[in-house]
Every structure is written in structure tokens, then in C-alpha cells.
């Protein structure tokens, strides 16, 4: 809680009833930030709920503590459309610290036409989030298109030589591209939180 | 340069003249940013500097059109000595840019009382680079202690289970305090380029 | 049996009838120490048990002929909730020599003030046993914490870049504490081992 | 040499005689196409020309029976100054079949302008050779700019994530982009013989 | 589009309803050359149907707007049975674009006659595909009896040291037959792009 | 030093004059417990001993502060004699606390009369610390006869499949003798302190 | 069938009627040697047996034209009872071609009584197959115990470290005992194959 | 000594003095068999044989008691004139025992002709070696062409995608070729080895 940084319980591997605990355990804290309920499934969020009420339901799962709307452009790039579930969870936590996200899905390098459609918005935007798997490399051409600071995730999408998302982890962290930052494998929870972390000037600091 | 990102030349590889000449190529786009040479051996630097005037030496190499001082509080940890000459690339990239940084060496994890030192450090930072090698667990520990965003970039340092980096990078990656980001293996050049990335907002937007 | 460390039937992959017969043999042996048969499902329980009556059932599986109860302080530390069954298996192992363990859940360093907690007892334990998993930074910072022998236990637990307790492995056979010591992943009944043989000159030697 | 594909001789590891003898056997064959030696030192060089006359020397090594021109567009392009080697080793074998090249270098996509303005290159060439380390992204991006074959290599430039090679080798051979083939780390020759096959109904045909 | 080389919408991972958008957004672009679906099960099958009339079934699943007949000669050869699937994705993409396939399966080199078999379509062939797990040595071999261009294709059929494709996948990168190209692992859409463009010049260009 | 865990400077990638201040650094903090300088070139080893007086030169490096004997059998086995320096700076390490070892070369289990040779000396051992690179056998061998505990220490030694260490830690961690315990690649210094931490109790607790 | 070695088919992945017509093309050749039918599920057996009359039923799968028994002595050893089903699938391959074998399972090396007590049966021995997950020790200690040839397959039983039989797999080819020869991950036919060409100089040469 | 197999000394990392005692440590057992002292450099050799006089200089280094004259056809294949050191420490092996052997190197796959070629030799042969780096493949394309045991030697010649050694590793353990055998990377030696256990019956068992 002392970051100022989102907790969260992930919910795989946890009973419902050790899920209900874990969030009631971080909300008896009082209210320092957002608490999360990740990859829930439904009994489990129904535990969540039924012990902590006031959640709302997102992407990401449940959100208890959301924070009230806060400045800053946040763009979500994902190369195909199976890349969607990573990106919306990263939107989610954002949406949790009250930043609204624009989410612009299927713009892989294939057709390079799709990712240039997005150069203002690239321009424009306070941080940006590219979500991608196989080759990853939409990470290194979107950072060659904004002097934003940009989060890649690599996703486990597809299949063979992408290798579980390992592929596009090694390719993401040896862009070329100045600057590009990475997070674990299918990890848009970790991409939200970085985005967080990156927009506190905007919010004038911890809050 | 559109990005406003620093243009860098990587020497190694290149003979003498095609640095010099790579260095021309950028500094004739005009007074865009900084442009750098990094990694370069005497003679490399000796003949960029030649067919180039007015260049900096810095420990990430010669720089050319370093900004003005600009605000914005960088803390950089690393976990040991051995760490120092991929901190100081990051440091350097960050000073042609204007921008101020602390140093903090060898403050690993195994002695935990030299991270929990830097505890205010910690907290007051806009952007805290992390430079680990071995298992890399500075930086999931200087996570947990700053709202900031954290950079972490994997070293090849040690020997032995630490694999040339690889074993960092993958800890890093999947480090379990929220919103950690990664650059390469050894990457202080990216890793000080994500930094600046992040001061953005706080130098009053691209420069 | 010689070595009076727990005799052990895997019951993964064998048919109930494989089980008590394995079991038996062992018993066969004579009273020369505990014998268990771990993560058996509920017919190979009942098979072994029919045929070898005497067992009790404990978090690693049934029990043969454990030991009474014998001095030793033992600390289990794990970094997630998700991390709890391979810890179980190691106090299993241990109850089944008669030594008491405490376990203390969720102490990831995301949070340090948690491990920080428990500096008092890791002072005063015998020996540590820490589970975790992904980046798996518990054990260097636990051993950091106490000068008793530490065994760490990379765990499969999470997703993405944990690379199924790949990336914890060769975190913990790579931490910069000294004297950190690894066991397979997921192998709690392999760390319960250790530290049996770890406390052996508490009990007066091999028994 | 039946199938009328490049006879080299791999100069590392042999001694001079053994490449200058190496050489000899392929030529005894008669003049069915051309034979090269690669990779080799001056005293290799100079025991294989001073035993087999006639050579041409190249990028790609010495050439005896090197083809007359033949047609087709060939686009060579690295992402960086450093794969230059491994691109000049297949410019040579075309060459030594009697085809132009275009080489094009340091246009990798973390400035995406540089690419772009091979755009009409790319669409008129009968096959593309992308020549790329590190996350080897400009196969894919060249790829979507052009229906001609391209042929990706893999290169071990650059350091840490980069993994000498293998990064780039994943990535390339999971490209998003359909039909980017792909040959083995810096093997600037084998991209060679593959244009050349590629290039064959421009020939009218084995030759 | 732009490229003439084949949009394909791959379905895993989408919904029914996602999946008959996608190929409606490729095809409201108008008719600039065959789209497909692959990969879709039942009922993503019927969703894409209903919304978009004219469809072809075929091995690679959904095609629309296939070519008229176009000349080539191609050749795909397989290892064993197990790789048929695969073998027929390249063959069906090659369908939709009017080029006709010879598919010869289970032509593996432990049974070296089986491929000798093949010499003369070998030599005959305008582009040969290459279909392979396990050990992957029948596109080495193959590429010795051609000098047209060669394509491998690793799988991920069999078991064990085939590490599901991976061994496959390094093998034919790095085969000493010149020339051999390779694409991702199970790629059988990949490989039967990659031969589309190698047939252009036959076509008189793209289409 | 509160672990009472040696303190230990790495020096490779260090000054002499880094080395030297890395140990006055420690030495400062009073008499706590052995300081060692470890793999030290000369001039390390010159520099450290100028600015640090009253050190003493072992196989693990310069030692100061050496406590006085204490009780405890340890047993150090190596496979081959090329695991012998890493088998020394565990041997140091123990010293420099006090204890005895003895120390049986080249007992690999190829000739498994040899390991049974010790037999009474693995029954009687307080610890066991075994030594071996390539597949790294001896580890559980060596564990099936000793109750002790045993710590593995898996080399670099040899060549081809070891894959520089890989290998054997794989096979170290993977051992079905229950409770073998395993340190980093080459890590005779953490085996050392493993060792170190598990005698405490003959030593009567921390010193 | 110019070998002599088995013909198989590997049933995974066919349909009924593939496994039954692949059974019939390799039996239409005539008796030239036994063929199998490998690893097939009910429906498979059911419809080659069916369309080929006078099969056995084998732990190897069904077995056509098995030769008549031949001189030559086996013994399979397993480490544990998980290895036997791949155990029994060499023995199978061993028995369709007349030779005898004894299966001793569960002699792992971590109780070495177990495979000392073999010593006479491994030093009798024309030919020794080991078969061992985890990390494959049995297969360097039986050859150090027999001057036969040793044919060691590294199995994927067990979990964790084991690596899915990589562990044994790189373990059993980095084997410090002169001589160990490996197989396949779980490949017991090819374990059979190998043991039936060592022993052709027995049954006087090629049957 | 006891199974009859070779001792052998490998000298790298062993100083002279070192090199001599081991060798004298096994000739002093008595006259069991030939003793080699493998890879040594000048000055070892030079020791060794001042300290044991006797020796023969062979391709595997110095040989005592060496064996007179034994039956057997070997034949060692390589790929590549490359693989020749490894091959000859192979038939250096096989000579000290008695067996001469055919050694026919650059017989790669990529020309198939030329292990066409060695048809009869290999129907011929007792038992085969195949020497081979990259993709490996004639190990499999041999062993199709023989009922003869095939020891396969994967080897650490060439670069990039060979990944010194571990992709023919892989390959010939996953060859579909039935009843391959491979020995670890470059280890000729052990391939010798092999090939002696398994010429046995033809030389009258154990000698
Ligand atoms: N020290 C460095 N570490 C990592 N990347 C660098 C470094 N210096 C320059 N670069 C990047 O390397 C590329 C320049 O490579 P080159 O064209 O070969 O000079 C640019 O993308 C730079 O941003
Ligand atoms: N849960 C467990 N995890 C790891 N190893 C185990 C476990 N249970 C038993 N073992 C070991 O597995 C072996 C028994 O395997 P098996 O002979 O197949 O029953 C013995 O070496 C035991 O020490
Ligand atoms: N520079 C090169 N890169 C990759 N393969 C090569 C190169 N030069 C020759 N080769 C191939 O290496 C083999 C020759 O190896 P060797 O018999 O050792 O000379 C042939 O298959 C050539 O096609
Ligand atoms: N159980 C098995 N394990 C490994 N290889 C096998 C097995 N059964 C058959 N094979 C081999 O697999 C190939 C047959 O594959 P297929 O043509 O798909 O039936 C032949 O090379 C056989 O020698
Ligand atoms: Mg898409
Ligand atoms: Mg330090
Ligand atoms: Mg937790
Ligand atoms: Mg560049
Ligand atoms: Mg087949
Ligand atoms: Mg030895
Ligand atoms: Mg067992
Ligand atoms: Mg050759």
C-alpha cells in the first residue's frame, strides 16, 4: 500500500473463500488505493463480492477503491486481436486509477499501413502500451513513432515459434527501437501498474 | 529524431571512419537533440571527434548537442560493483539530456539494510533504474519501496547460474512487485533512454 | 533405509495396486524409519492403506511409522498463497520425523515489510525453507535475514515469464546471498528431506 | 553440382592446403557452375588461388567460374552497419551467378522513415534479402511492403538479449507477416544460394 | 492488400462473431485477391459463411475470392503421415491463388528410396515445400536433389526430442544443403505464402 | 554481517584499488566474523594486503579476520580433478571459519568403487559437499549413502554436453536422492557457506 | 526393410484406417522382418488387426511376422516403476525379433544396494538398456559395472527439474562413463532397434 | 579397469605433474587394459611419457597397452572435413584396441551422392560411426542404409544455428532413423567407446 501501487490478489490456485480473505485482508487496511480481484472465476468472484462489497466489475476483475477520474493520454496498441484479453486488463487497472485508455486493437507490422494510422495519436499520447506475441514487433516500430514512454507485454498468442510468448519476450528487450520497456509474458496487470507509475506527475504525485 | 529521442552510433563493429561518418550523418539533421557514440574505442572516438567538434566525453561516450539542465530527481541503484559501467551509460544518457542522477552502488539484496538506506531516495525519485545481474532481485525489492517507475535493466555480470544475464532478465521480467519494466541484457544506453521517456512531462514535453 | 532418510513411494503414475505393494515392501524393511507415499490420489490412498494399516495422513500423504517428536525450530516461508502445497509437503515431511515447523504464508518481497516481520524468527530458526515462485527474490532476501541454513524451493506456481519455476530455478542456484541452497522445482517433499538431514545433530544423529 | 547450386568450400578449421585442395576436387568436376571459397585467411587465400588460377576475389570469398550477367532485382537490406558482413557475403554469390544487387544499409525500423523510402526498391525487386540482429523486426515490416520473396537472416550482431543470434532467428521465423522464409544465424551465404534458386525462371532455368 | 499476398484471418482465440467480421473488413476492400480463414472450428466456420457469401472450403480452411488457375509447378513432400495437416494448409493456400500441388507424404530419409523416388519431380519442380518434425533431415536431402527453392516447414508432430517442433526448427536452419529456407514452427500457411511469391514471375507478376 | 555469514568481495571486474576499499569497507565494521577477497588477480591480491594487513592466502583468496578451530567433519568429494579449484574455495571458505575438511578428488561414479571407498567417511560426515560438472552423477550417489547433508556444487568443467554447467545443475536439482541440496554453477564460495551455516549448531550458534 | 530393422508405424495422430492401410503397404512387401504397429489407442488396433491377419498383441503394440527366438542376453533396467511402460516398449521391439530379455524396474541410484545387486547380471549381459527420468544417474553407474554396450533413454516421468526428459537427456549424452550411447526422450522403440542391430553378429548377421 | 573398457586421462585443466600421476595411477592397476592420456598439449605429453615410458602417439593422444590385432569392419563417416579431429579420436580409441577402421569424411547430406557412395561399406560394416555438426542429418540417412549399430557423434563445427553442437544433439536424438545412438558433443572418445563394447562378441568378449 505504501507505493501508492495498486494490490491486487491473483485469483488462479486460490480457493473462493481464500480469495474473499486476501481482499478483505488489504481493504482492512483503509482506503489507500484500489484493491483488485485478478483472473477470478466466477465463484470465486462471487466470494470476492459477497464478503467485500462496493466492487465494480472490469476487464481485470473486480476493483474495489477506484479512484476518481485523473489526466493523462494513455494509447493501447495490440498486434492481433488475440492479443485483446492482455490489453484490456492493463486498460482496467488503468480505468482503476481513474485513466481513461484509448484501445486500438489489430495493428500488427504486416500491414504497416494500420500502425501509421496511428501516428498522432502515438505523437499525442502520455504513455503507450503495446501488446503483441510471435515476433513482437510492433514494440520496436511504435517506439520509433513516439517520444512517449513505451511498456511492451509480450503475449503467448499463437503458436510454434512463438514459443509460449518467450519469442517475443528475447525480441522486446533487444529492440532496437531507444527506450522500449518490457513486462512479463501475458502480464497486463504488470503493464498497468508501469502505466500507473509513469502518469503519477500528472496526478500530482502519489495519491 | 522526430521521437526527440537521443540518436546514438554503436561503435563496436564499425571502423574508425564509418563512426565518424554515421555521427556526421545525424548531427547534419540539425539541432534536433543529443546525438551519441557509445561504446567506442580510442581510435573511434578520436576520429568522430575530429570530423565532429564540440562533443562531450561521458561514460556512455562522446555526446554532441547535450541540453540545458532540466528537472526531474533519477535515482540509480545497482546491486554491485561490477554493475557500475552499465549504470553509468544509463547516467550519462540522461545528463545529455540534462538531467540529473544518482548513483547508489552496490546495495544487492543479500545485505538488505543497504537498499532499506535509500528508502527516502526511494520514495522521492520520478524514475529509479535498477541494475542487477546474477537473480536480479534489487529490483522486485526496490519495487515494493517507490510509487516511481522503476527501470530494471539485467547485467551479465557474475558467473556461473547467472547464465550471462539471461537469468536476471527472466527474474525481472517475472518479478512479482507490480509494474517493474525491463530493458536488455547489459542495455544501460535503453535503459537511460526510457528515463528521459519518462521526465518528459516534467521538461514541459518533447525538446 | 541406510540412510535413515524417508523412504518414499511417488504415486503419481502408478495403479493402486502398485502403490501398496510399493508401500508394503518398504514396511517389509522393518521399523527403520518413516515411509510415505505422496500425491496419491484417493484410490491409491485407500489401496495403501488397506494392505499397510497403521498410516496417518498428513499434507505430503500418508504416513508409516513416524518418528516422536524431536527438537529443531523451523521456519517455512513462502512468497504466495499459491506457493502453500509445496510447503505443506515439506512440513509433512518433517511432522513425519517429528519436528514442528511454522509456516508463514505470502511474505513476497513486493511487500517487504512482511518478510520483515518475521526477522525474529528467521534469527532464531534452525533452519529455513522458503517456497516461491516466477522471480523467486524471497530466498536471497530471507537469507540475508538469519545465519541458519537456508533451502529454497523454486515453485511452478504463476504464469508467463515463470516459465513453470524454470526462471525461480536458476534465480535461487544463481542468488548473490551466500549460502543459499536449491531443490527441484515444486519438490517440497525434497526440502522437508534437507532440513531432516540438516537437524540431525539436534536429534542426537541419525535415528 | 547437379543441382546447379553454388559448390563452397567453409574455410575455418582447414588448413591452407586443405582449402586450396578442397577447391581443386570441385573444379576437376568441370565447368558446371561456380565454386567458392569462404571465410578464409590470407594464407588460405593465397594456397588455394596459387593452386587453382583464375579466382576473382569477393566479399563472399574467392570465385572461380563466376556466371555472366544474368537479370533480376536483387534488394539486400540491413537493419543495422554491423550486419554488413554477412549482407556482403550474399551479394557475392549472386554476383558470382551473374546478379546485381542493391544494397541498402542501417534501415532498421526504430526509424521507420528509413524503411519507407525504400518503398518503391522494395516493390520492383524480384527478391528481398533482409539481413537483421537483435529483434530482427525489419523482416517483418519489409515483408509487408512487398509480393516479392523475402529471404531473412539472422544476424549475431549487437549483445545481451540479442542472444548471438537466436532472438532474431525466433523472431524472424515467427513473423506475422505471411511468407518471410528464413536461413540460419549470419549465414549470408545460404541466403545467397536461396536468391539464386528464387531467381532461376529469370534465367530460363538451371544454368 | 497492398503486397497481393493473401489476408488471412487466423481463428483461434476468436469469437464466431469476431471471426466473420474479420474476413468482412478484408473483403469490404474489395477484390484485390484471396482472403482466408483458417484454423476456425464448426462454428466459426458458419458464422463467417453466413455474413459472407462465396466461400470455398478448403484445407486451409475458408477461402474467398480465389484465383483463376495460374502456372507452377510445386512439389510438397512430407516426412511422415503425421504431418499431412500442415502439408495441406500450404497446399489449400496455394489453391486459392490458382496453383496447382503435387503432395507426396511420407517420404523420410530413414527410408532414403522413398525420396529418391521423388528425383525427378524434384528436379522438375518450380518450388519445393518441405514438411517435417523430429530431426527435420528431409529438407537437407531434398535441397541436395533441387536447385529449385527449397521451403521447410518443422512440426511439432512426434514426441520427445523433438521438443514440439523446436529440434525441427534449428535443424533445417541450419542445414549444409545451400540454399534451404525456413518458416515457423507448423507454419503451413507461411510456407504456402512464401511459394505464392516465389511463383510471381510465372504469373507475370502480382495479381 | 549480521547473518554472521563471511563477507566476501568478488574482485573480478574490480580496480586493485576497489578491491582494496570493497575490504576496508568491511574490515571497518569491527571483528564480526572472516572477510575474504575471492578470485583475485595478483594485483588485487597486492592491493587488498597493502591497504588491509594481517591477511592469510587460501584457495578461496585473502582471508582476514580467520576464527579459531571449531568442531565439525566435513567431507568434500569431486568427480574429476578439474572440479578441484572449486572444491578449494569451498575447502577456504570452511577454514576460514574454523573447520576442518577432507578433501577426495576424482571419485566420479564411472568407477563407482572409488565412492565406495568412502563410504565410512560419507556415514560419519557432519556435511557432504560434492563437486561435479558433465551430468553430475555423483551428487545423488554420493547422497544415498550419507544421512548428512549434502550440498552439490555442479562445475563447469569438461565440455560439449555439460553445456558449461548447465547440465549437471539440471541434474543436481533434478536428483531422485531425497534431499540433495544444490548451489550456483561453480559457487565453491556459497557451497562453503552453506556449509558454514549448517555446522552452527556444532559451533554453538552464530559467532 | 533393406536393413533389416523393424518396420513401425507410429499410431498417434492416424486415423483407423490410416494405421490399418500403413500396417498393410509395409506387410504387402512381403517377410522380410517383423513390423509394428506402435503406441496405438483401441480403435487403432481394432482396424489393423482387422485388414492384417496374425498379429500379436505386445507391450510395443501389435507385432506381424515376429522372428523365431535368437540367442542373446538383455537386461533392462528402469530407475524407477514410472520408466516401464517405455521399458516394456523396448522389450516388445526385442521380443518381435526372438530375443529374450530381463526387465529389473526400479533400481534408481539412489538406493545403490538396488543396482549393485545387478552387478552380475550387468557384467553377463550381451547388451544393457538403462531407462531413467529425472536426472538419469542410473545410465553412467551400470556402465561403469559392465563392459556390454549401454543404450541409456532419458524418460519424461517425474515433474519439475526433470524438464519433460531434457534433464536425462543432456545428463545420459554428458555421461563420464566411456561408452553410454542415448536414445530419444521415452523412445524404448528406439532403444529395441538399437540393442536388435548390436546383437545381429549373435543370430549371425542380417535376418 | 573391471568392465574392460578404456581409462583415459583427459588433460585439459590438469597441469603436466597431474597428467603423468594419473596415468601412472592406472598402468600401476596392472596390464587390464590400454590407458590413454586424451587431448594433451605438448608439455603434458611430454610429461606423461617421461614418467611412462611406452606409450604410442595416436590421433586420441598417447596410448599404453595398447591391444594387438582384432576382427571388425568399422566405418566412421563425417559430414564435413571439420568433424575430422573428433572422428580420429574415435579410430585413435578403436586402434588401441585392436580394430581398424575406415574413416571417410565430407560425406554430408547436402551431396547425396557421396554417402550413396559408401553404400556397401556400410551394409558391410560391424558397426558405424557418424561424425557430424549443424543439422546433422547423415546419421539418419546412414543408419537407413545399415542393420549395423549406428553411434551417432554430434559435433560443435560451424556457427550461428549449430549452437555449437546442441542442434545436431538434439537432431540425432530425435532421428526417425530406428535405433540411432548418440554420444555428447565432440566426444569422439566416447564414441570409440561404444563402438569397442560393441565389437565384444566379435573378439571373444572382455579382453
Ligand atoms: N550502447 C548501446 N546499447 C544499446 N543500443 C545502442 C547503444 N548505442 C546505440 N544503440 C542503438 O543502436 C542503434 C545504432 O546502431 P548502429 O546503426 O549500428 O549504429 C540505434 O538504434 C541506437 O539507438
Ligand atoms: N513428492 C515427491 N517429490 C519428489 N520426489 C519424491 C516424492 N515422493 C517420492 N519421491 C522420491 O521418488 C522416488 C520414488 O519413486 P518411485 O520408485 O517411482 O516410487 C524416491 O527416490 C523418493 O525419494
Ligand atoms: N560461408 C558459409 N556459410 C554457410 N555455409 C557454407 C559457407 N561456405 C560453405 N558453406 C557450406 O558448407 C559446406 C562445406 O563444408 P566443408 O565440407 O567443411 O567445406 C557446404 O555444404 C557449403 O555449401
Ligand atoms: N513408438 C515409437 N517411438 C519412436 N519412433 C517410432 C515409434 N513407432 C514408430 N516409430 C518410427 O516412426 C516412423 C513411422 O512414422 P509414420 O510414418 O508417421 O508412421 C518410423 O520411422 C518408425 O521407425
Ligand atoms: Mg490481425
Ligand atoms: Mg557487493
Ligand atoms: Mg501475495
Ligand atoms: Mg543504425
Ligand atoms: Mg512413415
Ligand atoms: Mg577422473
Ligand atoms: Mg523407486
Ligand atoms: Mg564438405
Redesign the interface.
Known amino acids: 500500500r505504501?507505493?501508492?501501487?495498486?494490490e491486487?490478489v491473483?485469483a488462479?490456485?486460490?480457493s473462493p473463500e481464500?480469495c474473499a480473505a486476501?481482499v478483505a485482508g488489504l481493504l482492512a487496511g483503509g482506503p489507500a488505493g484500489p484493491v483488485l480481484l485478478t483472473r477470478a472465476a466466477p465463484e470465486q468472484v462471487e466470494a470476492a463480492r459477497e464478503r467485500n462489497p462496493g466492487a465494480t466489475e472490469t476487464a481485470a476483475g473486480l476493483v474495489w477503491h477506484a479512484l476518481p477520474p485523473a489526466p493523462g493520454t494513455v494509447l493501447v496498441l495490440t498486434?492481433?486481436?488475440?492479443d485483446l484479453p492482455v490489453a484490456r486488463e492493463a486498460v482496467a487497472v488503468l480505468a482503476a486509477y481513474g485513466h481513461d485508455s484509448t484501445l486500438v486493437a489489430d495493428v500488427?507490422?504486416?500491414?504497416?499501413?494500420r500502425v501509421?494510422a496511428q501516428r498522432r495519436r502515438l505523437a499525442e499520447a502520455?504513455v503507450v502500451i503495446v501488446v503483441a506475441g510471435?515476433?513482437?514487433?510492433l514494440a520496436?516500430?511504435a517506439?520509433?513513432?513516439?517520444?512517449?514512454?513505451?511498456?511492451a507485454v509480450p503475449t503467448?498468442?499463437?503458436?510454434?515459434?512463438?514459443?509460449e510468448?518467450?519469442?517475443?519476450?528475447?525480441?522486446?528487450?533487444?529492440?532496437?527501437?531507444?527506450?522500449?520497456?518490457?513486462?512479463?509474458?501475458?502480464?497486463g496487470?504488470?503493464a498497468g501498474?508501469?502505466a500507473?507509475?509513469?502518469l503519477?506527475?500528472?496526478t500530482g504525485g502519489?495519491r
Not at 2 to 6: D, E, F, L, N
Not at 166 to 172: D, E, N, P, Q
Open positions: 505504501r507505493t501508492g501501487i495498486a491486487a491473483y488462479p490456485g486460490k481464500q486476501a498486434a492481433g486481436t488475440g500488427g507490422v504486416a500491414g504497416l499501413h501509421l502520455d510471435m515476433e513482437g514487433a520496436s516500430v517506439a520509433g513513432l513516439t517520444g512517449a514512454p513505451v511498456i503467448s498468442t499463437g503458436y510454434g515459434s512463438g514459443l510468448g518467450v519469442t517475443a519476450l528475447l525480441a522486446m528487450t533487444a529492440s532496437c527501437s531507444p527506450g522500449v520497456t518490457v513486462v512479463g509474458i501475458d502480464n496487470f504488470g501498474c508501469a500507473v507509475r509513469t503519477r506527475p500528472l502519489p
